[in-house]
């Protein structure tokens, strides 16, 4: 089963793809400042208990801190609470997905080693300043499963230089969905899926976004159909997780 944990809750726009955040789209329609970082009520949620045992269950996936950024500045007084509670539950796979990853080196707990077995980091490359910014640092340090976001995709990108050396698992593609939503185009995508098919990796097609191109046509696509018309690409490279 998939959980999402979100520990604490707001966050700073960082780069080009945070230009329209859900998190601030949604915090914006109830009044809510999305730059306030506070924690949750949820915070020890993977380790909170019921009188059948744990309220979330061995094996379950927990995607981890999707209303914020694990390595968020702000949080910092918090984090090594958190590493201590994904340490206490080894029976779960945790998915951190993070911009920050030039901060992780300083933000890791202290017998993290080469990494936790059931911890899988990946990074948002929305085009090729960031992952070539990025993707250097990510593939030097000590993590044991990572995969590469490049989510919303803004641009072709060629991530094939960081594929080739076998440390990423997967990477996973898609448009831009809400109000304004940027271009996506399919030739960009297919760039990103030849590449991990050269390279052995696994490829993910996540969505089209709302505003897609394909053979010179612009498509607007609504929200409920773009995961769906994704699938229907086929496209897809099944592998290692």
């Known amino acids: ?25 949604i915090d914006g329609e109830h009044d809510i400042d999305s730059r306030v970082v506070r924690l949750n009520a949820d915070f020890d949620l993977p380790v909170k208990m019921t009188k059948k045992g744990y309220k979330v269950k061995p094996g379950d996936v927990v995607y ?5 950024d694990f390595f968020l500045e702000e949080a910092d007084d918090w984090r090594e609470r958190a590493w201590e509670i994904i340490a206490a539950r080894r029976d779960l796979k945790f998915i951190i997905i993070t911009k ?3 901060r992780a080196s300083g933000c890791l707990p202290a017998d993290w080693g080469e990494g936790y077995e059931h911890v899988h980091i990946g990074v948002t490359c929305e085009n090729q300043r960031r992952a070539d910014e990025r993707l250097p640092v990510f593939l030097n340090l000590p ?5 590469i976001v490049c989510e919303p995709l803004l641009e072709k990108i060629d991530l094939l ?4 050396g076998g440390g990423i698992e997967q990477v996973i593609a898609g448009g831009e969905s809400g109000p304004g939503a940027r271009l996506c185009d399919w030739e ?25 191109r394909k ?3 612009i498509y607007r696509i609504p929200r409920r159909l773009q995961a769906a018309q994704a699938v229907r690409a086929g496209i897809d490279i099944v592998g290692r997780e």
């Open 188 to 212: 960009w995508v297919l760039a990103i899926r030849n590449a991990c098919a050269d390279a052995g990796v696994a490829f993910h097609f996540k969505q089209t976004g709302a505003l897609f």
């Open 100 to 102: 920050r990853i030039l």
């Open 1 to 25: 089963m998939n959980i999402t944990w979100n520990p604490w809750h707001g966050c700073r726009k960082y780069s080009e793809g945070c230009l329209h955040c859900y998190v601030f789209r």
């Open 161 to 164: 230089p960081y594929l080739s």
């Open 143 to 147: 993590i044991r499963h990572r995969f």
């Open 64 to 68: 981890t801190c999707l209303s914020s």
């Open 215 to 217: 053979d010179g046509r």
